[in-house]
């Protein structure tokens, strides 16, 4: 790693040889490098004469809790059911912000990911129940609904200035649209029998956070601690634990209680304070004056910063690279000598058609139609060659697509031909993705729907 002195700028060839670097960690897309990286390891791991002790060790029983009355699981659904309730709680915090102050917060902004997200959920999931039809894997029609945000930005970062901002926009609030159809059809339709006295408890517990909000609580440990109680009470309710995490976060703050022009003049005098009060050793730690304009400021900054963003801020880091690649890890550990067995399933073939074909035509279409009835428009610089690769795109399913799977199956044997059809699936909705953004990212004036399109959109 090359050091640069503080206060001096990297030498022009070294900044133009680490800016592809940076702006592909700016992105966020290094998420889908970790998880490319631990799906690799599952895989080489679950097909090596070490076999037997990659699923072994996910079976380990781990207890938590008074010795009394612990709560004993597995390994793997401690992953599945706690690490990724904190996964879902990161989902909820970005749904909340985009209704809040994003993509979809008005109606004309949120029209074409909206469409084009029902169209990526309905269209797979129908591809999929048509193959299942009255089969022992009818259940999973839910598995190709899901798109994995992480896997498709990363194949947008590695186009660079070739993609349109506002594909990227689009296809990140499709996304999130789509998170928030995955946790309906988890929360409805993936759901075990209910617990009624836990559920009252779950109630009690989200009516305390709603409290908590009205109360204008600004500080997060009070949500956390009895985010945790809710989870618990979820858990044992029969719906699955990870709601807990969209619950909490919609009851987290997204307002602050500093507007920027105050804290604009709050931080330029405390500043001012600052340096006034320097001292010849430059040392903080002896200078006490210092001290409290840099606790003042600090205060400022919390009051001026939603507890919303804090929370998704702290961690987005934490899912991306921790989270999320220990799911994969410990989920996409499928045997390769199964891949010819699956591809003779319906369930394996509803997975992929589902996926490569279902979201492809499902993300066009009702996109075009959105276009087309003038509740929405384009982008601006977004052909509709970019629309259609990254509908190919939305085919990456992955990380929902295989936390959906393994709820949806009662068989292993089932579990194991979706997850082979999802990194088939993935794999090729990726590359097809790229190479279709990459060679065909012009628009071509011979191209009648979109050109039907534009001109119903005024463009």
């Known amino acids: 790693m090359v050091n640069t002195p503080p206060g001096r700028a990297a030498p022009e060839p070294l900044r133009r040889l680490i800016a592809p670097f940076t702006e592909f960690a700016r992105t966020g897309a290094l998420g889908g490098v970790a998880l490319l990286v631990t799906t690799a390891i599952a895989l080489v791991w679950a097909n090596s004469p070490w076999a037997a002790s990659y699923h072994h060790l996910w079976e380990q029983t781990l207890s938590i809790g008074p010795t009394s009355a612990p709560l004993t699981m597995t ?55 048509s193959v299942n039809a009255g089969g022992p894997g009818s259940r999973g029609w839910g598995v190709p609904m899901a798109t994995d945000i992480a896997f498709a930005l990363g194949v947008l970062a590695l186009l660079g200035p070739r993609i349109p901002v506002g594909l990227k926009v689009f296809l990140t609030a499709l996304a999130i649209v789509d998170d928030l159809g995955a946790v ?17 408890g779950a109630g009690v517990t989200i009516a305390v956070l709603m409290a908590f909000n009205r109360a204008r609580v600004m500080v997060l440990w009070p949500y956390l601690t009895v985010g945790l109680v809710l989870w618990y009470f979820v858990l044992q309710s029969g719906v699955h634990a990870t709601i807990a995490g969209v619950l909490l976060a919609l009851t987290i703050p997204a307002f602050a209680t500093m507007g920027s ?51 998704e801020h702290a961690l987005h880091g934490v899912v991306s690279y921790g989270l999320m690649p220990i799911f994969a890890l410990a989920n996409a550990g499928v045997t390769l000598g199964a891949v010819g067995g699956a591809l003779r399933t319906p369930v394996t073939w509803g997975v992929i058609l589902g996926l490569c074909l279902g979201k492809f035509i499902g993300i066009s279409l009702f996109a075009w139609a959105g276009v087309r009835s003038r509740l929405a428009t384009l982008p601006t610089g977004v052909t509709w060659n970019h629309m259609r690769g990254a509908a190919v795109l939305g085919g990456i399913g992955f ?57 119903a959109s005024g463009s």
């Open 399 to 455: 990380t929902m697509s295989i936390f959906i799977a393994g709820l949806a199956y009662g068989v292993p044997a089932l579990n194991e031909d979706a997850k082979i059809g999802i990194l088939i699936a993935s794999t090729v909705s990726g590359v097809v993705g790229y190479a279709m953004l990459r060679f065909g990212g012009r628009q071509r004036t011979n191209d009648p729907a979109p050109v039907a399109a534009l001109e």
């Open 75 to 129: 390994l793997h659904h401690w992953i599945n059911d706690g690490l990724m309730t904190v996964f879902f709680l990161v989902v909820g915090l970005e749904i909340k912000r985009e209704l809040s102050v994003g993509e979809l917060c008005t109606p004309r902004q949120a029209a074409l990911p909206i469409a084009g997200a029902l169209g990526g959920m309905i269209v797979p999931a129908l591809i999929y129940a």
């Open 184 to 200: 309906i059809v988890i929360a409805v339709f993936y759901t075990a029998t209910l617990n009624i006295t836990a559920l009252l």
């Open 261 to 311: 022009p105050e804290f604009s003049a709050r931080a330029r005098g405390l500043l001012d304070t600052f340096d006034a009060n320097a001292s010849d050793s430059g040392q903080v730690i002896e200078n006490p004056a210092q001290q409290n304009a840099l606790f003042a400021l600090d205060v400022a900054a919390s009051r001026a910063n939603a507890p919303l963003l804090r929370i």
